[in-house]
């Protein structure tokens, strides 16, 4: 042990937090690791068709992952570089086809399309979590999927709701865990709309038949968005509807938050402890908005602290919350964006349990604004990043200034020799 992070350990303990248990604790707080950073949204059910139906990548850095083998090997790479437990966050059309289990489309996937990512998941000791894929598709007419006035149209990706919820049970029945099952719907119209109501009828009747089975080793989230590319005027599942129908569910039924789909001067974090006193679990897509829902690779900014402070101080939100990340950027090296973002989340949450939360919650109760603000202004220069150091030093991955040689270093010897 260091005798710089002696310092660090003796000037928190002054205040009476404890960095080696603080360390430890962040240790066991698994984050979810998205696949789709890793190929830009492209997936493997819709060959060389490009993001589409709200969604957008911008750039054309080297180096796409192609396959399922050139994507499990990036993210373990990534993962070498990153602190802390692990899940994958995977979505359905990330399917694995081969001539021994031939393509078919998405309303006919079944869990021996994703056996190849659980058999990998369990020799990593990674957990999983689930996401449908109601976008990128032929079959999203008019930008509705689940929502559409076309009967065809919507048992289609009903069909489709349905079979992930059964692969999402297997894979928790496989690896003896909760697997998050998240709904991102993306419908909505171009322009204003003349029949909110109609609408929002369909997809409550949609989800009553998708959730109309028992899956105990699923917690079921829906995602709400402000809007999205081509259906800017309307978006049909917003948040209202979702946490009113989830609330209305009960049980594991909970709407999850991504930082990047509410208006920009909305505060995300804010609504964790509001959602935490109805819900079992409070799961999350990290990401850094600019503008609008642009996924940038989220960074260490006053958002992320306040959302790592957030998870600490509601009570019982560190057990409750499941966090996975959720951006995308094929301008830069994808490796160092995972590398990048994930570790950022990390920081977020060392930043919370840094704080000096027991007594900050006691002044603000004993209406002491003055010295709060005070002891608030002091842990911004603690020595944080000390303590970060010994972290990353624990976990056996580099620290700050070592990622970038590591990822360029995998960069010229793997990602640059893809066609």
């Not at 369990?122 to 009967?151: A, C, E, Q, R, W």
């Not at 489709?160 to 297997?170: D, F, L, N, S, V």
């Not at 105990?216 to 946490?243: A, C, R």
């Not at 602290?305 to 499941?322: A, D, Q, T, Y």
């Amino acid at each position: 042990m260091s005798d710089i992070y002696e310092y660090a350990k003796e000037a928190y303990a002054a205040y009476g937090i404890d960095t080696d248990a603080v360390i430890d604790k962040l240790s066991q707080k698994p984050i979810s690791m998205h696949c789709w950073q890793g190929d830009d949204v492209m997936g493997f059910d819709q060959k060389d068709n490009a993001a589409s139906g709200g969604i957008m990548t911008t750039g054309n850095y080297p180096g796409r992952a192609r396959t399922f083998e050139e994507l499990t090997a990036d993210f373990e790479k990534a993962a070498s570089l990153i602190p802390g437990k692990k899940r994958i966050n995977l979505h359905a059309s990330y399917a694995v086809f081969n001539e021994a289990n031939p393509w078919h489309d998405r309303d006919q996937l079944v869990y021996d399309d994703f056996k190849p990512w659980v058999e990998w998941a369990k020799k990593n000791g990674y957990g999983i979590d689930f996401n449908p894929t109601l976008f990128s598709h032929p079959m999203v007419n008019h930008g509705l999927t689940v929502s559409s006035p076309d009967k065809a149209t919507r048992d289609f990706w009903i069909r489709h709701c349905i079979a992930c919820r059964k692969i999402a049970e297997r894979i928790g029945e496989e690896l003896d865990d909760m697997v998050l099952n998240n709904f991102w719907i993306p419908d909505g119209l171009k322009d204003v709309p003349t029949d909110r109501y109609g609408l929002r009828e369909n997809l409550k009747n949609s989800l009553d038949e998708i959730y109309s089975f028992e899956t105990p080793h699923v917690v079921d989230s829906m995602e709400q968005k402000l809007f999205g590319i081509g259906v800017e005027g309307f978006t049909v599942g917003n948040q209202e509807f979702y946490v009113s129908y989830a609330a209305k569910k009960g049980g594991n039924f909970v709407v999850l938050n991504d930082l990047g789909h509410f208006n920009v001067g909305e505060d995300v974090p804010d609504k964790l402890s509001s959602l935490s006193l109805f819900f079992p679990y409070i799961p999350l897509h990290v990401t850094r908005p600019m503008h609008w829902d642009s996924d940038h690779v989220t960074l260490f900014n006053d958002t992320m602290k306040e959302l790592g402070e957030e998870i600490v101080r509601v009570p019982g939100l560190w057990e409750k919350s499941m966090i996975g990340m959720d951006f995308f950027d094929a301008a830069i090296n994808r490796v160092g964006a995972w590398a990048t973002g994930m570790r950022t989340m990390e920081k977020a949450l060392l930043w919370g349990l840094l704080q000096p939360t027991e007594r900050l919650k006691e002044l603000q109760n004993t209406f002491q604004d003055s010295e709060k603000m005070m002891v608030l202004e002091q842990f911004k220069t603690m020595p944080f990043g000390i303590v970060w150091d010994e972290y990353c030093r624990r976990a056996g991955v580099p620290t700050d200034a070592n990622v970038w040689p590591k990822v360029k270093e995998y960069e010229d010897e793997v990602l640059s020799k893809r066609a």
